[in-house]
């Protein structure tokens, strides 16, 4: 587990075999081979009774009055930001990546990060399912904020992968269809709710 410029490197320097991240460092590394799995839509979290969902529904510049916790954001998503992220996070001037507040390279860690402070967290739903069946985080509503990250494999050029790379392949394949239907359901059930203020 690790964020996903530190996977595509492992790769890169044959450390392991196949790798699940972004993709945006790996389709740009020519001794690589990526396959594109899915880009889940990325939705803002917060705990009930944050001060967030005093309104109907949050613009981008409420957004960025509050901490963010998530991984560096790629520069092709960063770009969408404003230029003034106020306290959400900064940008990195070297290469353009969106550094939140609080940098989290493993995910199971934001729901118990956000459900007991003012951070917002920028995830898919999938991450934090048991806590939003739980009440301890509700979906902040940005109707007009679409992101998605472009997540898959990544494997060396040239390298033939072993019988048990590719059975993990096919299995995390199937994994990934199961969690479509249920981001869907979520959706469904939790994006149109209005949320506990």
């Known amino acids: 587990m690790d964020n996903w410029r530190e996977v595509t490197r492992l790769v890169a320097e044959k450390k392991v075999d196949v790798g699940v991240a972004e993709l945006t460092d790996a389709v740009l590394d020519d001794t690589l081979e990526t396959e594109l799995v899915a880009q889940h839509l990325g939705r803002y979290f917060c705990r009930p009774g944050h001060p967030i969902l005093a309104g109907p529904q949050a613009s981008l510049a409420d957004l960025f009055k509050f901490p963010r916790a998530t991984n560096r954001v790629p520069p092709r998503m960063a770009a969408a930001f404003p230029p003034s992220l106020g306290a959400a996070g900064r940008f990195d001037p070297f290469n353009g990546e969106f550094i939140p507040a609080v940098e989290i390279d493993v995910p ?3 729901a118990s990060l956000v459900s007991t402070s003012d951070v917002i967290a920028l995830g898919s739903f999938t991450m934090v399912e048991k806590e939003l069946e739980a009440g301890r985080l509700v979906v902040i509503h940005t109707p007009d904020l ?12 040239g390298r033939s992968l072993s019988p048990a790379t590719l059975a993990f392949m096919h299995e995390f394949r199937e994994e990934d269809k199961a969690c479509g239907v249920r981001e869907l359901r979520f959706e469904r059930h939790y994006a149109a709710r209005t949320p506990s203020r």
């Open 108 to 110: 199971m860690q934001l």
């Open 146 to 157: 679409k992101f998605r990250a472009s997540y898959g494999f990544i494997y060396r050029k």
